[in-house]
């Protein structure tokens, strides 16, 4: 199941739970809900800056760069 859908059986499963619950408008209700929903892709551009300031630079009072303090210092979310 999981090659087929690219989801995990937890996933499928609380579909099915929703769709019980309220048939497609259910389903639909929960679209977009999650961790990434909404977030903007990072432009390709962008993601080039990330990896090189990463490889060249170290991070003021800090031995690496965190996700956290790249996202602060490249003004994109996290």
Not at 1 to 23: C, D, I, L, N
Not at 52 to 77: C, L, S, Y
Request: hydrophobic content about 35%; aromatic content about 6%.
């Amino acid at each position: 199941m999981e090659r087929e859908t690219s989801v995990s059986k937890p996933t499928v499963w609380r579909w099915q739970e929703a769709y019980m619950e309220g048939g497609i408008k259910r389903l639909l209700k929960d679209k977009g809900k999650g961790p990434r929903a909404g977030k903007k892709r990072i432009d390709d551009a962008i993601c080039l800056q990330i990896v090189t300031k990463t490889v060249q630079e170290k991070p003021k009072n800090a031995t690496h760069w965190t996700a956290r303090m790249m996202a602060e210092e490249m003004d994109v979310g996290y």
